[in-house]
């Protein structure tokens, strides 16, 4: 068993997402859709809908957690994000044959390595607080809670506002993958990725703390 945590900062909470959270996104996604063109974004409570099935299922997986943003001062939901890819190192290496991955985390055994993506906020609290506590709670979950040794962070490598927000943190540029993947416009993406790993956390839990007291 894999217990999905909620993380509550100073502005912001972090739920695992569930059905009541549909009109809080559908709202959320409708303030100003003009930042959204990198991002699959869903739109409306039918498509909202369909998207909180499937956060159901990534959740059971063990692989994913889904997270909705709620804002505190407001008590309203401004946005969602995710750990994605978590995966547990097993030693001695390599895993079995035909494997790629290693087993899904559990309370016993937390992911060594992960993802944060699929992040999307309302205009209204773009530039704010918000993102850089989500990330401080996110971060400080993974590596101080789970002691995991690298998190992943990458984005269409032609969107230069959500890089220069994954620079700002103090993630390592890591290179682009080339022809990656099916991008939101129907073209094919190439991909930046960057990455954090527990020995730089230190510094950048210190960075990523003083950019959120200074909001």
């Known amino acids: 068993m894999f217990t999905p945590p909620t993380l509550r900062g100073s502005a912001v909470q972090l739920e695992p997402i569930r059905p009541d959270h549909l009109a809080g996104l559908a709202a959320a996604a409708d303030e100003d859709r003009s930042s959204f063109g990198y991002t699959d974004v869903s739109q409306g409570e039918d498509q909202f809908a369909g998207f909180i099935a499937t956060c159901a299922q990534l959740l059971a997986s063990g692989r994913q957690i889904p997270f909705a943003v709620r804002l505190l001062a407001e008590d309203r939901i401004v946005g969602a994000t995710r750990f994605m890819d978590l995966e547990v190192f097993t030693w001695p290496p390599p895993w079995p044959p035909g494997v790629n991955q290693g087993p899904p985390p559990t309370d016993d055994t937390p992911p060594s390595v992960g993802e944060i993506g699929g992040t999307w906020y309302a205009a209204s609290v773009q530039r704010t607080i918000v993102n850089t506590e989500c990330k401080l709670l996110l971060l400080s979950h993974a590596f101080d809670h789970w002691q995991s040794l ?23 540029f890591e290179g682009i993958r080339r022809v990656h993947s099916a991008a939101v416009d129907g073209s094919v993406r190439d991909t930046a990725y960057y990455s954090i790993v527990s020995s730089e956390w230190p510094t950048i839990k210190v960075r990523l703390t003083e950019m959120r007291d200074r909001r």
Do not use: Y
């Open 150 to 172: 690298r998190v992943t962070l990458k984005t269409d490598a032609r969107n230069e506002r959500s890089r220069t927000a994954i620079e700002r943190i103090g993630a390592s």
